[in-house]
């Protein structure tokens, strides 16, 4: 590794670094072309990923967006879908 880098990965402090054995652009398209995917059977990772989730979706304007009449993502008392196609 050139001095250049490691100056630069010690002035980072705490931030997180990743040393890997490829290049840059090697790292950087694995990473891009990696797709992680969950398995039904995986309840582990599926309930620590709603475990993550969970306190930042607010369910009941979830459930009024999607159960709306109208289909509207309008907050109340702003314009209807059927308002809209009018105009």
């Known amino acids: 590794m050139c001095e250049e880098v490691k100056d630069m990965i010690t002035g980072l402090g ?5 040393l890997v054995e490829y290049s840059t652009h090697q ?7 990696y ?6 059977n995986d309840t582990h990772r599926v ?8 306190p930042y979706i607010d ?3 979830l459930l009024r ?3 709306s009449s109208d289909s509207s993502f309008n907050d109340p ?5 059927d308002e809209l196609r009018r105009i």
């Open 65 to 67: 967006r999607s159960s």
């Open 35 to 40: 797709t992680p995917k969950f398995n039904v």
């Open 47 to 54: 309930a620590t990923a709603v475990d993550h989730y969970e």
């Open 77 to 81: 008392g702003t314009l209807s879908l």
């Open 59 to 61: 369910f009941d304007e």
């Open 27 to 33: 790292a950087m398209q694995m990473i891009h072309d």
């Open 14 to 18: 705490c931030a997180p670094v990743m």
